[in-house]
């Protein structure tokens, strides 16, 4: 029996670099795990390809793909929905290769409702102004929707609580070491592995 993939969940507040640190993962050679595309009702950024950053969806189709229960999980997030593909997740996980979200607070606990033995990875921000100035930085926001990230960014650090690790993104690159360390160890956890000794054993 193949021992199945972990699912890994990265969440933490807006702004704080989750996708920076996420690309920065994936363009990285050794970076085994496999990105879970989410669905989202957001206009894409320049730049942004369907199928490749997210698949673009209208609010319809995005209500009938929850209708239908092909979302692992979703949330409505500054007036757009998002979402991850229950199936993909699913299947990669039992084909036994890990798989990567990169999602807000409220997703994540509902992942972790449904996949308790998930690893969930808190990414956090240096400090609040740091934060602020990364959003407003990026350039691509509003100063309604500026303030409207910094309110969920408040409330999100108080969710701290539910994740597993915290990783502080003080530099991309070094937070991308962290990420992997921890990964590789969660390989490494008894309970995840006795199985497959025990096998060895009786095999015997
Ligand atoms: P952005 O609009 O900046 O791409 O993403 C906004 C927020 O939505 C980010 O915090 C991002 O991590 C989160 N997000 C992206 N995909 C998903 C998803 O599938 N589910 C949930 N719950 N959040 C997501």
Known sequence: MREKGLLIVLSGPSGVGKGTVRKALFSQPDTAFEYSISMTTRLPRDGEVDGIDYFFKTRNEFETLIEEGKLLEYAEFVGNYYGTPVDYVRQTIESGRDVFLEIEVQGAKQVREKFPEGLFIFLAPPSLSELESRIVNRGTESEETIRRRMKAAKDEIEL?????????????DTACERIKSIVTAEHC??????????????AE
């Open 160 to 172: 701290m609580d539910l994740y597993d690790y915290v990783v502080e993104n003080d530099h991309v």
């Open 189 to 202: 956890r008894r309970d995840r592995v006795s199985a497959r000794y025990k096998k060895m054993l009786e």
